[in-house]
């Protein structure tokens, strides 16, 4: 008798649900030149009708970057914009450089169901900061000193080596 039932439940829960299977797609690894826009795209598949709840992209750190809505408004920053259009919601990155690399989620909220997708945005050719770039952290006016304890250990070594190669030459 019991078996009976949980079949029976779970033949009417799959006819109330109507087995819906909404999906969506992203590329696993998208490149981008470094400091030129690029946009992610996040797709929907699905054979049935549905009314989005929430649509959104966010960061590995978990924050949202832009969301839609079933109302159909579009969230949008001065980095990160977004667009909807039939069945796909865009995520546009002004300028990445190697702080937006990194892995990003789109996630899908209906009436039906739920479901996320990742992608990994890869961005090269970035310039790598010279010392003169890097900007030198003050304490009340006095440089703060930015080596590690190894690093602060191996110059010491080689300023040791350095003298004892001159005192016994």
């Not at 799959?14 to 690029?38: F, R, Y």
């Not at 949008?76 to 865009?90: E, K, W």
């Not at 010392?131 to 010491?156: H, Y």
């Amino acid at each position: 008798m019991m078996l009976a039932s949980a079949v029976f439940l779970t033949v009417v829960f799959s006819a109330v649900s109507g087995g819906t299977d909404i999906k969506v797609h992203t590329k696993e690894i998208v490149w981008s030149e470094c400091q030129q826009s690029v946009t992610l795209f996040c797709n929907i598949s699905t054979t049935h009708n549905f009314s989005i709840v929430d649509f959104f992209w966010m960061n590995s750190s978990q924050a949202k970057l832009c969301t839609h809505s079933d109302t159909l408004n579009t969230e949008t920053s001065d980095r990160f914009h977004c667009r909807y259009t039939d069945l796909q919601l865009a995520l546009t990155i002004q300028s990445p450089g190697k702080d937006e690399e990194g892995q990003y989620v789109c996630k899908l909220f209906t009436d039906h169901n739920h479901d996320r997708a990742k992608t990994t945005l890869l961005v090269r050719d970035c310039p790598i900061k010279t010392e003169s770039q890097v900007s030198v952290q003050r304490d009340s006016g006095k440089p703060r000193n930015q080596a590690t304890t190894l690093q602060r250990k191996w110059t010491s070594l080689v300023l040791l080596l350095g003298t004892l190669l001159l005192a016994f030459p």
